[in-house]
């Protein structure tokens, strides 16, 4: 049995506004504090790196080569849009400056690897429908914790809840868009998709080793930034291999 | 050869590979901190590797039980610093105490990555043997930097290689230990697994990172870390 375009393009819209669900826990976060910060991004940084311990197991899979040239293409994506940042006067919402850089290399990063789960959505429906909407379900449910790493980076430096599910749902967009064009050309593009998955991972985890971590050490207690990165880095895993 | 031997050999070699890092002391001079930033964080690179290749391996197993081993390792070394903290008071590096600490924290360090390395061998011998090696090169750049914490406390350079060995040999009485109870009760090794991932990445996040970022710009440090994380990845991935 095949699927529509249309119905193709509806899964990957539905896993894209999961993603807004992951800013309702930040509905309780209303004080912003240095620590609560340093607490968020270390949350974020776990949710991420198990997020890109799950995409490299999958990359590798399909290539490990083709996985680590597509992670070092992620590493200089980052280096680049830091670059470009940085000369530019950044605006997000009402915060500028530094803070404003970070939120926006954060919601630029999760566009960027929402990019290879969209090409992951399409191939899967071109293996057919029962396994393609249990790829999306498991895709919309991961999502979840996207969104929280995402709200978890912009909510304390100020942005609304209904902001942070906003651009949750943003980062997320690319996955309908790309999905459509990857269930079309599956063989192609499944070619591509273990580049895309490393991209992805490299560009997760280098976000968090230049722009979340060091500012989690600066403000809290290093075993205190550990115990959180861990415990939410097994939890994300968890999470993923039971949805 | 009895596989417990096969264990105690790679361990042994891992461990001694620290040695190796003894050898920049050797050199006159005092080692640059940015240095020594880029030394944690190529260990701490191959470190979460070494994490990545386990759970990879080990993962098919019981996700459940990892998950609670991970968590109990992660509670284990979180509340041993907690404890030590609590005793010891945090010392100043000028503190005489504070080589002491130092020394215990390393041994603590590489006893769970002799965890990590009986458990590998008790998951497939070879793959076990590939994290071993992992390790030991890992131990490499971690005794280059504990021998300039003790040659910068006075110690000659010997005595400080000497010291980064002993701290190792932790990892291999741990590495048979778990290897050889692993094997008699089978049901724990999903644990263990999760046990092993859940300490080393805690470890790298605790110690290795946060000392990276006060030597070296976290650019640096990142591009370190991912490249050494990615070779591990990419090795891993050929083996198996």
């Known amino acids: 049995m095949s699927a529509s375009v249309l119905v193709v393009f509806l899964y990957g819209l539905a896993t894209a506004l999961a993603t807004g669900l992951g ?13 609560i910060v340093a607490s968020s ?25 083709q996985t680590v040239i597509g992670a070092m293409a992620g590493v200089s994506f980052i280096l680049v849009t830091q ?19 970070q939120m926006a290399l954060m919601v630029v990063v999760m566009t960027a690897h929402s990019f290879a789960e969209g090409v992951a959505i399409g191939v899967a429906f071109g293996g057919g429908v029962t396994l393609a909407v249990l790829i999306t379900a498991a895709i919309a449910v991961h999502n979840i914790p996207e969104g929280l790493a995402i709200s978890a980076v912009l909510r304390p430096r100020g942005t609304s809840v209904v902001g ?14 790309m999905a459509v064009p990857a269930f079309l050309f599956v063989e192609a593009f499944s070619e591509a998709l ?14 968090v080793l230049v722009e979340l971590l060091p500012e989690a050490f600066q403000r809290a207690r290093g075993r ?20 | 050869m009895d596989p417990a031997l096969t264990v105690l050999a790679y361990s042994t070699i891992a461990a001694g590979m620290g040695g190796l890092g003894a050898l920049p002391l050797l050199s006159p001079g005092r080692s640059q901190p940015r240095w020594l ?19 990879d391996v080990g993962a098919d197993r019981e996700p459940l039980s990892g998950a609670v081993g991970a968590a109990l390792g992660v509670g284990f070394v979180f509340l041993t610093q907690l404890v030590w903290e609590a005793a010891e008071g945090d010392r100043a590096e000028s503190s005489p105490a504070y080589g002491y600490q130092v020394f215990l924290r390393n041994t603590l360090h590489s006893a769970a990555e002799g965890v990590a390395i009986g458990v590998a061998m008790a998951l497939d011998l070879s793959f076990g043997i590939f994290v071993a090696l992992a390790i030991g090169v890992h131990n490499i750049p971690e005794a280059a930097v504990l021998g300039a914490v003790f040659t910068g406390r006075g110690h000659s350079r010997p005595e400080a290689a000497g010291i980064a060995v002993v701290t ?4 291999v009485f741990l590495s048979v230990f778990v290897f050889v109870v692993v094997q008699a009760a089978p049901s724990i090794l999903p644990f263990a697994v999760g046990f092993a991932v859940g300490t080393l990445v805690y470890l790298v996040m605790a110690d290795l990172l946060p000392e990276s970022y006060r030597h070296a710009g976290p650019t640096t440090i990142g591009l370190v870390t991912v490249v050494s994380l990615g070779i591990i990845v990419l090795l891993g991935g050929l083996r198996w």
């Open chain 2, 37 to 55: 930033g880029w030394a944690n964080a190529l260990a701490a690179g191959l470190m979460l590797g070494a994490g990545y290749a386990l759970m």
């Open chain 1, 23 to 35: 800013a309702l826990p930040f509905a309780l976060v209303r004080v912003v504090s240095g620590r």
């Open chain 1, 41 to 65: 991004n270390a949350i974020a940084s776990g949710l991420m790196l198990g997020a890109s311990y799950g995409l490299v197991a999958q990359g590798t899979t399909y290539g490990g080569v």
């Open chain 1, 224 to 243: 205190t930034v550990a115990l959180l990165v861990s415990l939410s880095m097994v939890g994300m895993v968890l999470f993923q291999r039971y949805l």
């Open chain 2, 168 to 171: 190792d040999l932790s990892q």
């Open chain 1, 164 to 177: 942070c599910a906003w651009w949750s749902v943003v980062s997320s967009l690319p996955q309908p868009v």
């Open chain 1, 83 to 101: 670059h470009l940042l940085r000369n530019a006067d950044v605006q997000f919402g009402r915060a500028r400056g530094a803070g404003a850089r």
């Open chain 1, 194 to 207: 273990p580049y895309g998955i490393g991209f992805a991972a490299g560009a997760m985890v280098f976000m």
